[in-house]
Nanobody, 115 residues
């Protein structure tokens, strides 16, 4: 059983920064890709960023140049550094890992960008 715990969300003004963390219950991030997704009220969950076990990354167009995904295998933790935040970034952010055809999700962390 894989457990994921997100943290680091909060209220921030437009243009501000936050760093989200996703901690796993085991050493799975060194094996499987890890993704960040978000879901705004009334909208479907959408892809934000992904990092492979080799450290390759990919981003949604809406966050390219502003968000950075990184990982620390020794801590079993993946981060999402979010800069230049906009009100449209407001959402619950989830991390995800797919292990043996099963998708695992954390409980999510709320990010609110507002003045």
């Amino acid at each position: 059983q894989v457990q994921l715990v997100e943290s680091g969300g909060g209220l921030v003004q437009p243009g501000g920064s936050l760093r989200l963390s996703c901690a796993a219950s085991g050493s799975i991030f060194s094996i499987y890709p890890v993704g960040w997704y978000r879901q705004a009220p009334g909208k479907q969950r959408e892809f934000v960023a992904v990092i492979s076990s080799a450290g390759n990354t990919n981003y949604a167009d809406s966050v390219k140049g502003r968000f950075t995904i990184s990982g620390d295998n020794a801590k079993n933790t993946v981060y999402l550094q979010m800069n230049s935040l906009k009100p449209e970034d407001t959402a619950v952010y989830y991390c995800n890992v797919r292990v043996e055809l099963i998708n695992y999700w954390g409980q999510g962390t709320q990010v609110t960008v507002s003045s």
